[in-house]
């Protein structure tokens, strides 16, 4: 298991997909984990709980849905409940951070690295979680 000193896991929150990323505050790095892909409630945060048993991290970012405009939409009232069962689940801090056009840039990445589209629509979603992780990890360095 990894040093968990300053270990931060990030989360793209969707209902079919949740992108992970993990990333280290001292350094200020992160990557794309995994994409969690599970067909019930219960299966989904099984999945969350091993990761966060595996990797021990001292925060949790979950990106923020709005729309392009900066407004609410349904998708962000969602994003922000599941960011509250997170921290009840794991009395962590929770950070939110705008995640406006993540999945587009993720695409457009896995796309110049040469990524087939049946890949790129899982690996996108982790792909999205390092954007939103990388966001955070540069506006609150150490």
């Known amino acids: ?3 968990s000193v300053g270990t931060v896991l ?3 929150y969707g ?6 990323a993990i990333g280290q505050r001292i350094t200020g790095t992160c990557r794309p984990l995994q994409t969690i892909r599970a067909n019930t409630r219960n299966a989904r945060w099984q999945a969350i709980e091993q990761l966060l048993r595996e990797w021990d991290p001292e925060l949790l970012v979950v ?3 709005l729309d392009q405009e900066g407004g609410e939409q349904e998708t962000t009232r969602q994003c922000r409940n599941f960011a509250q069962t997170l921290a009840s689940r794991t ?3 929770i950070a939110l951070v705008d995640e406006r056009y993540t999945s587009l840039e993720a695409d457009q990445s896995l796309r110049q690295q040469g990524v087939r589209r049946k ?3 899982e690996q996108e979603h982790a792909e999205a979680a390092a954007l939103i992780l990388r966001s955070y990890l540069e506006s609150h360095p150490l």
């Open 63 to 65: 990106g923020l849905a």
């Open 15 to 20: 209902l079919k997909f949740i992108g992970v």
């Open 119 to 121: 890949e790129r629509a």
């Open 1 to 3: 298991m990894p040093d």
């Open 10 to 12: 990030s989360f793209d």
């Open 91 to 93: 009395g962590l801090q």
